[in-house]
T-cell receptor, first 114, second 115 residues
């Protein structure tokens, strides 16, 4: 079945790079997403990558996709205290079905220490 | 409004009661999604509307859950005979069209507590 796995916690120092990893099981996934959730706030889409790409860069964010290993990572360069949040990996699969059904991981809580 | 609006922000209800949760999507967004997020978990898909019709309701956990979107804008998630296990944050999102084409914008959620 469909499943998305993430490590639950990551702690880094301000200014360092953060790497959040995710594995997924559905090889038919077409899009993979990274969302950010701050305390008391809604989910914010950070970036997404189409399954035929292996890398996408957007300012401090770099997404790497290894389709063979079904592994997705999000790298945040020069991590700031404002980056402290929970980061969710999500996949959209079911090419024959709903366009709206995202499968989310449990989230990785990123703590940034000054 | 500027974003997706969900009301109420918090709802406490007694076990066995009926509740309605409301979602006002961004104006002009034809797609609307409901998710449920339990404590310490990622959001779990419930139902997806394209216009007025439910394009995919495969995530609704049982027949106590029902959602409508009669005019293709506001949506209401209805839960009958609530159980303590229904306690969660219910998230609504909307987008212009297909999820892969555009970003889905999430509301702040309704925190439902069943006591």
């Amino acid at each position: 079945g469909e499943d998305v796995e993430q490590s639950l916690f990551l702690s880094v120092r301000e200014g360092d790079s953060s790497v959040i990893n995710c594995t997924y099981t559905d090889s038919s996934s077409t899009y993979l997403y990274w969302y950010k959730q701050e305390p008391g706030a809604g989910l914010q889409l950070l970036t997404y990558i189409f399954s035929n790409m292996d890398m996408k860069q957007d300012q401090r964010l770099t997404v790497l996709l290894n389709k063979k290993d079904k592994h997705l990572s999000l790298r945040i360069a020069d991590t700031q205290t404002g980056d402290s949040a929970i980061y969710f990996c999500a996949e959209r699969s079911r090419p024959g079905g709903s366009q709206g059904n995202l499968i989310f991981g449990k989230g990785t809580k990123l703590s940034v220490k000054p | 409004g500027a974003g997706v609006s969900q009301t109420p922000s918090n709802k406490v209800t007694e076990k066995g009661k009926y509740v309605e949760l409301r979602c006002d999507p961004i104006s002009g967004h034809t797609a609307l999604y409901w998710y449920r997020q339990s404590l310490g978990q990622g959001p779990e898909f419930l139902i997806y509307f394209q216009g007025t019709g439910a394009a995919d309701d495969s995530g609704l956990p049982n027949d106590r859950f029902f959602a409508v979107r009669p005019e293709g804008s506001v949506s209401t998630l209805k839960i009958q005979r609530t159980e303590r296990g229904d306690s969660a944050v219910y998230l609504c999102a909307s987008s212009l069209g297909r999820l892969e084409d555009t970003e889905a914008f999430f509301g702040q959620g309704t925190r439902l507590t069943v006591v």
